[in-house]
């Protein structure tokens, strides 16, 4: 989520005062699913409200249940340090806390949750088109990548893991991680609105720039059985970005654009071998070894 006022769609600010937070301005996203609005409560405490768009008729129903099906997964996996934290609804006339509620005076009544404001910003802001810090670039993936052995244990493939999805509490500087001793903030992994259980059979969905090119394939056209290598394959894909400064190649999804994508971070990774001391060429070379598996 990008704090840019000036990209943003106009739209009005919805009342929330039976909530009890007070809105204060849209914030800019890539998603084509929801509307990501700031607010504060009576104590000047900052959350993000991720309201459904109902806009397009087509897929309204599509982007309710993603909405669902993200405070269902938050309620199923627990509290996870490295997973964006959810709030209840402050509305005093529930009963029982709930994540879930609606925005009445919308048109549509979409339905919205409230999760933590992360001032740090995303991944895809950090690196930019300039690659990073190799020991800054592993750091971030291993604290991903945790995250990612925490849901996959409980069943969950995340299934849209992209830089856009991956926040930090507090801003991150390339110059403050030189050494893979300095302590980081922990990358946040967020949006789990097309989260599915591994082994399902579900309509491919997600961001097609991040995914496998078997699944671009069969992109909303036939079924596949969820699996939890499509989240590894999506973190090979942002190592190499973070490590080469590049994004993959936009509307090419065949095999020859990923492996030339892949083949680039390799390169990168064979000038660091070339440049590091030699107590570092195992570690250098695990990594590339790692990183061909993952892509496979």
Request: aromatic share 10%.
């Amino acid at each position: 989520m990008i704090d840019n006022e000036e990209e943003l769609p106009v739209l009005p600010l919805p009342a929330l005062d039976e909530y009890g937070y007070q809105p204060l301005r849209f914030l800019e996203t890539d998603s084509k699913m929801s509307t990501i609005l700031l607010a504060s409560d009576g104590r000047n405490r900052h959350y993000v409200l991720k309201i459904a768009r109902v806009d397009q008729l087509v897929r309204a129903d599509l982007n309710r249940q993603a909405i669902v099906n993200t405070i269902e997964w938050f309620t199923s996996l627990g509290s996870h340090p490295g997973i964006a934290d959810l709030y209840p609804t402050a509305n005093p006339s529930h009963s029982q806390p709930s994540y879930l509620a609606r925005l009445q005076a919308w048109e549509g009544a979409p339905e919205f949750l409230v999760m933590e404001y992360l001032e740090g910003g995303s991944l895809r802001d950090l690196v930019g088109q300039q690659r990073l810090p190799l020991e800054l670039a592993l750091q971030i993936a291993l604290g991903v990548a945790q995250t990612l052995d925490f849901i996959h244990q409980r069943g969950c493939v995340h299934r849209d893991l992209k830089p856009e999805n991956i926040l930090f509490r507090t801003p991150l500087h390339r110059e403050r991680s030189q050494t893979l001793n300095a302590a980081l903030p922990l990358p946040i992994l967020i949006d789990f609105g097309v989260a599915a259980r591994a082994g399902e059979n579900r309509f491919v969905s997600g961001s097609r720039l991040w995914m496998a090119p078997e699944l671009q394939m069969a992109y909303e056209r036939y079924p596949l059985a969820v699996d939890p290598a499509w989240d590894l394959y999506a973190l090979g894909l942002i190592v190499c970005y973070m490590i080469s400064g590049v994004m993959p190649r936009r509307r090419s999804y065949d095999w020859a654009s990923y492996e030339s994508y892949r083949q680039r971070a390799l390169t990168y990774l064979d000038r660091e071998f070339n440049r590091r001391p030699a107590a570092e060429h195992d570690a250098v070379l695990q990594l590339k070894s790692l990183l061909e598996r993952t892509l496979a």
